[in-house]
């Protein structure tokens, strides 16, 4: 959205008239700009994700909704996250996270390819294959996966 409104601004300045070529011209003036924007919206996406997962990991830790006063999920969420830095290396934990997410849809891909086995479908020996090869994948993922660094 950044982009699109810092380019309208810059199209009326551009030497040549309108030409194939003119979104790469615009962009060359507008691109010092967008760097510190993407930096801001992925630091605030970022943000945004580890709330919502702290909110998440605390009610389901506790089994008791965000509002209640004596929920002490976000603490011991918040103090498990502290102690897995400590311990571990950035790349680890971005390994471990990618696991826990490849099991989570290696979960969706098997409920999948069940739910499309019972079906009477024509496709439905399509759907279960795709899911089955995914669900493979998926867990080569969730054994393979070891850090970058």
Known sequence: VAFAALVVTVFDSLHGGARETAVFDAARVVTPVLVPLLVI??????LSAATADTAGGSEM???RPRHEHNNHGYALVCLGAVAMVWATDIFSIVSIASRVFALYYL???IVAALT???MDARNSRVIVGTNIVLAAGLLLVVFAAIPSG
């Open 41 to 46: 919206a992925a630091i605030g996406s970022q």
């Open 61 to 63: 830790l506790t089994n």
């Open 107 to 109: 979960c969706q891909a």
């Open 116 to 118: 499309a086995s019972r």
